[in-house]
């Protein structure tokens, strides 16, 4: 496992646009790790490829064997999965804590057992994450609840769970993948009304089709799942989806220092808004079917404008923080508001040490204005997404910054130094043992 203690040295280019090269994306985490947990409702191995090598795989890879499913490596990123022998439901604690995703495991656990336990599980620090929601939807499906000191035990009716309507009160992206898995085992038909539409989602439910699943609906948020049909039987190798998020980093960084650019093995639909907002800021984006590529003769200006996170296809939440960094070089003054995650704008304060004009207004709204030069810094990597928008910070900054705590960063891109060197950023990791 990588060291909590593992920084990325970043020497700025001082706002130089001088990157140049192809950068490849890889597969999707949040599409990766659903389908990692469709694994427990699949009769016999199935083989995924385009698996990110990154940590929060290998810990779900870890929950998995701990249940007693046998993961095996066919190739570099290919992984085949076999649930016959699984052994326990009960999510190992430590695992499940270290990142949110664990608890879609509920859903095919309880489905396919009827019961699981589990802690509440951990992950970045965006803000308080509750569980209630998936609470609510397993007690519609019928299950019993409780809860003792840390840990939730879900136990389904004696024959299995039973159809539902089940209406999201909001359209949670983690809740929606887990109750179409718990749904395949349960007894009727299961509705899912205000069902969270990201690419994702319906990637998981794509896949589960290709498997023999009845799901009307995929793709909009309504989804209709006909249960009771036996476990699935997946026949063709699935390949992860192109990371929306890891592409959407790259253009930024790209709109900010490239020279000549090219961001291959993306899926370009799946990222409009990002281009559109970037396009109306003044960046030329060349968008072609699986390519974006940033071109620009000498130094570009941009004008900013605000945004407002929403679920698919609006502003995601998890590019708001590279967007932020974006803003701090265009010009105007822009509001920026976060509403998914309270808590998720906490890193603007090591932009403002780093020469960012950026006011909080409350926990969801800051202003940013620009463009302002950035001036490397010391920096500790709070989450994920905020992580990458440090790196692209720092590459846009004049001297050096050091970011410390890149575990989060490697929990959702691989070997990300590597792929930003080959593209000329001066960026190297320093492993501390
Ligand atoms: N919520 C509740 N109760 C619940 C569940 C969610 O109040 O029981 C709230 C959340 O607190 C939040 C809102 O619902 O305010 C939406 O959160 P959602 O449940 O959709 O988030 P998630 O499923 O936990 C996934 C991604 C996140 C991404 C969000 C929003 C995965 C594994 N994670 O999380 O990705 O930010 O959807 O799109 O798919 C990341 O990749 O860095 C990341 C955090």
New binding site residues.
Partial sequence: MISTKDAFVVRGLGGKRSLSGIIKVNGS??AV?PLLAASLVCKGSFTISNVPLIEDVFRMNELLSDLGVAVTTEKKRVYSYDSKNVRTTELDHEISKRF??SVILTGPLLGRFGKVSFPHPGG?V?????????LYGYKKLGAEVSETGDEFLLTAPRGGLIGASIFLP?P????TEAFVLAALQAKGITTIKNA?V?P?VTSLVEFLISAGASIKGAGTSTLEIHGKKGLLNPRNIYKTIPDR?EAGGFLVLAALAAKDVTITNCEPEHLEIIIETLRRAGVPIEVGKSTLRIRSEGQLSFIGSGFKTHEYPGF???MQAPMTVFLTQAKGENLIFET??EGRLAYTQDLVRMGADITMWDPHRVMVKGPRKLKGKVLDGP???AGLAFVIAAAVAKGQSVINNIYYIDR?YERVEERLKAIGLDISRVIVS
């Fill in positions: 985490k949040n790790l949110r995703a970045c965006i803000g308080e994450r509750p569980i209630d929601i998936f909001l949670s992206v983690t809740a969270a990201e994702e998020l995601p939440t998890d998914i995650f989450d994920i997404r959702g």
